[in-house]
């Protein structure tokens, strides 16, 4: 997850496919992001000759995985490749922003933008335009953020089901809509254990603390944890709580989310906190660049700290208390410090080759249980994501 403190105005970059950019562009993910920046070795396949079939076949078709690393694109990007299938990306406007050439390339390979924080029109509509009238797949994430834990699935988004059920409605009548799951995990080389001093040194180093090398890792990892929450809860709270973590991470992100959204119209449809940070985050923003009546200085620090606020409310919600005690495997040792270099650090670190395992549920045929009144026209949104979050919270669980 990484800190969003701007006031840039928002311009939808629609996908400009060019097919003699894409050899080019498979190579460069290949080898400068899977295989050095990611550390990808290899990626572990099932099911995916059935999502060939269905393109094959011409139908609308909507992968929606989970997200838990920042390889994860890259990964889908190989591996359909390896299946015949040049996707369709709907991607964060901050990765469009980073520079106009990564933009061109993105949208070059397919990619589009979407404005994660407010009703992103234009990418709803080529969503839509893409499924109605293309046999290529469709990518989207609808956990929105990367959380760092690929064994817990974050509540899902309703857009994805949303722009699928919508898509549905308006595609012919030999062409059928299916959603699919995409379960992604990643287990490390045991040598990455290696690396685990080391690291766990420099983070301690970073927060002002004499490491600790000779500490056992997982106390290491979940004082290193504490303290670092003990110093955002003095930073915004002015005093560090006490207690069980689990609920000190809880409290924290409330009462971030509170005293921001006293300031501003309380959206009543944001419910969970990635909910509450979305809508805060779109009125804040609009606050910002409303040119008519523009902010004063002392109110844009203050919406700009309001944008921290929300920030860190989200931070503390993505950590899960008991997630590396409930199950202390070699991968969850890894992800937790992956987690805690990229809040500290700006970036996580990949230095030990990693496996990435991909599995394809089983594709959910929503125009056929749209047909036959399983699944609602009207309110069918909820259901069917409620259906969406079961299929890969039990493909991650195997």
């Not at 520079?99 to 994660?116: E, H, I, K, N, T």
Request: glycine letters at 6%; hydrophobic letters at 40%; proline letters at 8%.
């Amino acid at each position: 997850m990484r800190r969003l403190r701007n006031d840039l105005p928002y311009t939808f970059r629609p996908p400009k496919t060019r097919p003699w950019v894409c050899p080019l562009g498979l190579a460069v993910n290949r080898v400068v992001h899977l295989s050095r920046k990611y550390q990808i070795g290899k990626i572990e396949a099932e099911g995916f000759p059935k999502i060939r079939e269905l393109c094959d076949a011409g139908h609308a078709v909507l992968l929606a995985p989970n997200h838990s690393d920042h390889s994860d694109p890259h990964v889908l990007m190989e591996l359909a490749s390896q299946h015949g299938l040049r996707p369709h990306f709907m991607a964060a406007r901050e990765i469009f922003e980073a520079s106009p050439l990564a933009s061109w390339a993105l949208q070059s390979m397919g990619a589009f933008s979407v404005d994660r924080d407010g009703p992103d029109f234009s990418a709803i509509k080529t969503a839509i335009s893409l499924l109605e009238k293309s046999s290529a797949p469709l990518i989207i994430f609808p956990e929105g953020e990367i959380y760092h834990h690929h064994r817990r699935l974050d509540p899902l988004n309703e857009g994805v089901a949303s722009i699928l059920l919508k898509a549905a409605g308006r595609l012919p009548a030999n062409k059928l809509a299916f959603l699919v799951p995409i379960a992604l995990r990643f287990f490390h080389d045991s040598a990455v254990v290696a690396t685990f001093r080391d690291r766990l040194s420099h983070l301690e180093n970073r927060i002002g603390w004499t490491p600790k090398p000779s500490m056992p890792v997982d106390e290491r990892i979940l004082r290193l944890g504490t303290g670092i929450l003990a110093l955002k809860e003095t930073e915004y709270l002015g005093l560090a709580g006490q207690g069980n973590v689990a609920e000190r991470l809880t409290q924290l992100c409330e009462n971030l989310l509170s005293l921001a959204e006293s300031r501003y119209p309380r959206d009543a449809k944001a419910v969970t906190p990635p909910e509450r940070v979305r809508a805060l985050r779109y009125r804040i923003r609009r606050r910002l660049l409303d040119d008519e009546k523009p902010p004063t200085p002392g109110e844009k620090e203050i919406l700009l700290d309001d944008l921290d606020r929300a920030f860190t409310a989200l931070q503390a919600h993505s950590y899960i208390g008991d997630y590396l005690l409930d199950d202390p495997t070699l991968d969850r040792r890894a992800e937790t410090l992956l987690k805690l270099e990229e809040d500290l650090l700006g970036f996580p670190t990949y230095p030990i080759r990693r496996t990435a395992k991909v599995i394809a549920g089983e594709p959910i045929a929503v125009s056929e249980m749209l047909a036959s009144g399983n699944l609602p026209t009207k309110g069918g949104a909820l259901a069917l994501t409620a259906l969406l979050e079961n299929r890969l919270s039990e493909l991650l669980a195997h």
